[in-house]
């Protein structure tokens, strides 16, 4: 995954983070605004003027969620790009996972309404966006 990116106007970047504990949960959270208000997602967002993905990642998840890593301890996923993954127009996020210890507090800000540590084995049904594929992807590597 590179940090180059397009420049198009019609084209928004953002980073997404798969927070997990060694013990199988992964931290969601559930959305104050459009599109998918309500519903469960990973923390991120947009990626500013003068970062990178992996930056905006760290970024976002502490601006979230409460919790702080060294964009450093990310580790990529992938890329994901599809059109129509977002509503609002053509998004592009770079997914990044992170592990964090068990019992690691949250506190919910920015954009989520609400933040949880949920089992892997027992996500909600509809998680917004394609976070499902993304969190497939980082536990399982498919």
């Known amino acids: 995954m590179t940090d180059a990116f397009d420049t198009s106007a019609d084209t928004r970047y ?9 013990d199988g949960h992964v931290l969601l959270i559930e959305r104050d605004w459009p599109p998918h208000q309500g519903a469960w997602a990973l923390p991120g967002g947009h990626v500013d003027p003068g970062e990178d993905s992996r930056q ?28 129509g993954r977002d509503p ?26 609400t933040a949880r540590w949920w089992p892997l084995t027992s996500l909600p049904p509809l998680l917004a966006f394609d976070h499902a594929d993304i969190i497939a992807k980082a536990t399982t590597g498919s």
Request: a negative charge; glycine letters at 10%.
């Open 56 to 83: 905006a990642a760290a970024r976002e998840l502490a601006e979230e969620t409460g919790v702080r890593v060294d964009p450093g301890q990310l580790h990529e996923v992938g890329r994901w790009d599809q059109p």
């Open 88 to 113: 609002r127009g053509h998004y592009v996020t770079d997914a990044y996972r992170a592990t964090v210890p068990v019992g690691t507090p949250l506190a919910a800000g920015d954009d989520a309404r």
């Open 14 to 22: 953002t980073a997404d983070v798969v927070a997990l504990t060694p």
